[in-house]
């Protein structure tokens, strides 16, 4: 393991670093990715305690090291390969996207969250089978929130490396558990057969969590308390599609310690309109999101 240190943070992200390749009509990059790091990177501009637990190969524990410039606790767990990820946008459309994988880091067991103990948990999963449901349990007894991004429950990898969605048996245990539950509209769909995102975002909380974060091509939606909260991504110009989502709920869930739905939706919209506007992590400093707030999503 690659750190050590205090166990008590006000969140921690939870799930394996992806080695991505991503190919546009622009060309062909290498990108430092997984959910835990894009939401740990967001996370951190709200001003909070954040820690990250991840696996990696030992030949890319170099990567961890921005997350710590930026304040984050890291345990890094070595594993006999990173999770090897290729994603390509064969269009202009930043939500059609292809994804196949190559390899898959091990999974992340009980043994590497114990000890830890934050108000909020975000399982941030690539595939299924990264994050069990035993730590699933875990997580929920020692957080006041437990946030979970669904893409890394309903995706499996195919023989052919390809991944796809599809319903998975412990469902609705899983679902149970969650306090914050994030998914995008594609899966969103998939799971409730609704295109409507208000329909699906309500479909959604049936299943149990209290608040559902929807993101889409051009924004989020909340559904808090029954409200809905609707907010646009405004980037100027989009450049970096991959770990919108990720970015989107690291932010909420740390915004939302803070204040209530509506605000965190405001300030979840700003840090990935950031996010949006450069590849990789998002960039800039609290003060940058204060000021795009004012600028670009003023009331």
């Not at 951190?44 to 820690?51: F, P, T």
């Not at 880091?105 to 909020?120: K, M, Q, S």
């Not at 929807?214 to 029954?226: F, N, Q, S, Y």
Request: include cysteine; proline fraction near 4%; glycine fraction near 10%.
């Amino acid at each position: 393991m690659l750190g050590n240190g205090e166990s008590s943070f006000d969140l921690v992200t939870v799930g394996n670093y992806t080695k991505d390749t991503i190919v546009t009509q622009a060309g062909t990059r290498q990108v430092d990715g997984g959910g835990y790091s894009y939401a740990a990177h967001a996370a951190s501009l709200a001003g909070i305690r954040v820690g990250a637990v991840t696996r990696l190969a030992a030949e890319d524990a170099h990567v961890v090291e921005p997350l710590r410039q930026r304040g984050v606790r890291v345990f890094a767990h070595i594993s006999p390969s990173s999770t090897l990820m290729r994603l390509e946008y064969p269009t202009s459309n930043v939500d059609e996207r292809i994804l196949t994988v190559a390899a898959v880091a091990d999974p992340i067991g009980l043994d590497h969250v114990d000890g830890l103990r934050a108000r909020a948990f975000l399982v941030s999963a690539s595939v299924r089978g990264e994050v069990p449901l035993a730590v699933l349990r875990m997580l929920r007894e020692r957080a006041e929130i437990l946030a979970l991004d669904v893409q890394g429950y309903v995706r499996v990898v195919t023989g052919e490396g390809r991944l796809k969605y599809e319903a998975w048996p412990e469902q609705a245990e899983v679902l149970g558990l969650v306090d914050v539950l994030k998914s995008d509209a594609v899966e969103a769909e998939f799971l409730t057969g609704r295109t409507d995102l208000r329909a699906a975002a309500a479909a959604l909380a049936a299943y149990g969590p209290r608040e559902i974060v929807l993101t889409h091509r051009d924004g989020l939606l909340v559904l808090a308390d029954g409200r809905y909260h609707e907010v646009p991504f405004l980037p100027q110009p989009l450049r970096g599609r991959s770990g919108r989502g990720d970015t989107c709920v690291g932010s909420y869930t740390s915004r939302r310690l803070l204040a209530d739905p509506a605000d965190a939706t405001r300030w979840a919209a700003a840090v990935t309109t950031l996010k949006l506007e450069a590849e990789g992590p998002v960039r800039g400093t609290t003060d940058d999101v204060l000021a795009l707030l004012e600028e670009r999503f003023a009331a």
